[in-house]
């Protein structure tokens, strides 16, 4: 298994205050359905129209990635867990059981695509990365690939 | 097809004399909605043949990656057929996207 992280906020350990876990059929329909569960999950937590549009753009990539590449030779489910820690610090995992990535450092590359034929604009890590404050990606060839952001919640009360 | 699109989202193609195809997407952009929106955009160009191709993306709401890649695919299309693109008046949640990805330097974004 490889992997890697970007940023420190995967890294903290920290009581969990709520969690849901969906699984979801890798359907391009399910892209908006995971946005909005996220964003209802994250809702309680009172986040800023800014954090839960880097939540959803980040969310939509990775469910994305799970639909367009994991699984571009069948199909397969997206296990999708969210959990709010203590301080408003929301880590989403992103995992499925497709393809695997064979070169991490060359996946998160920005421009970087193996599908540029489906129009793929091989942003998605890089957009993962700009608007979370923690990814961590890891990926075994043959058994699948799960990619976990953090993002740090300063919320409307607490905004200066 | 699971979700069907309200009448608000519907994409709304229009024609000038001047060979100007306007085009304006409204609500969100995904892998999902870029299909449809690409099947759409691209019958309209074979329809018209136009020489510019105006993307009005002030409607939009929610937009990831998949946005970038439909915009780059229609560049690629109008440079084909010798015309130009241009994105008009993208909202907040396209600007932000067009502007991670660097698209004002090789897209003529207005304003
Ligand atoms: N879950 C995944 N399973 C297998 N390969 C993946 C996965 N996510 C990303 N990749 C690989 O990493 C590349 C870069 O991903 P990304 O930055 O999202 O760009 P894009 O999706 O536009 O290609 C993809 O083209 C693909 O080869
Ligand atoms: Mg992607």
């Known amino acids: 298994m490889a992997s890697y992280?970007?940023?420190?906020?995967?890294?903290?350990?920290?009581?969990?205050?709520?969690?849901?876990?969906?699984?979801?059929?890798?359907?391009?329909?399910?892209?908006?359905?995971?946005?909005?569960?996220?964003?209802?999950?994250?809702?309680?937590?009172?986040?800023?129209?800014?954090?839960?549009?880097?939540?959803?753009?980040?969310?939509?990539?990775?469910?994305?990635?799970?639909?367009?590449?994991?699984?571009?030779?069948?199909?397969?489910?997206?296990?999708?867990?969210?959990?709010?820690?203590?301080?408003?610090?929301?880590?989403?995992?992103?995992?499925?059981?497709?393809?695997?990535?064979?070169?991490?450092?060359?996946?998160?590359?920005?421009?970087?695509?193996?599908?540029?034929?489906?129009?793929?604009?091989?942003?998605?890590?890089?957009?993962?990365?700009?608007?979370?404050?923690?990814?961590?990606?890891?990926?075994?060839?043959?058994?699948?690939?799960?990619?976990?952001?953090?993002?740090?919640?300063?919320?409307?009360?607490?905004?200066? | 097809m699971i979700h069907k699109q309200p009448p608000s989202e519907e994409t709304l193609c229009r024609q000038t004399e001047d060979g100007v195809l306007c085009v304006r997407l409204c609500g969100e952009i995904d892998h999902h909605r870029a299909a449809t929106l690409r099947r759409t955009i691209d019958d309209a160009i074979c329809r018209c043949h136009p020489t510019e191709l105006r993307l009005d993306m002030s409607g939009i709401a929610f937009m990831d990656s998949s946005g970038l890649g439909l915009i780059m695919g229609r560049r690629a299309l109008m440079d084909k057929l010798g015309g130009e693109l241009i994105v008009v008046h993208p909202a907040p949640a396209a600007r932000r996207m067009l502007q991670l990805a660097g698209m004002e330097r090789i897209v003529r974004i207005e304003p």
């Open chain 1, 5 to 160: 992280t970007v940023g420190d906020a995967c890294r903290t350990r920290r009581p969990v205050i709520n969690e849901i876990r969906i699984r979801l059929p890798a359907l391009s329909a399910n892209e908006s359905v995971a946005r909005a569960v996220v964003a209802a999950f994250c809702a309680a937590a009172d986040p800023t129209a800014t954090e839960l549009a880097d939540i959803k753009c980040a969310v939509s990539e990775a469910v994305t990635n799970c639909i367009v590449h994991a699984y571009r030779e069948g199909t397969g489910d997206i296990l999708l867990t969210a959990r709010l820690l203590q301080d408003r610090l929301l880590c989403i995992e992103i995992r499925d059981r497709g393809c695997g990535i064979p070169d991490l450092g060359q996946a998160r590359e920005p421009l970087y695509t193996t599908d540029a034929a489906g129009e793929r604009s091989g942003m998605g890590f890089t957009v993962m990365e700009s608007f979370c404050d923690g990814v961590r990606v890891s990926s075994t060839v043959g058994k699948g690939t799960t990619v976990t952001l953090c993002k740090r919640l300063r919320g409307r009360s607490t905004r200066t």
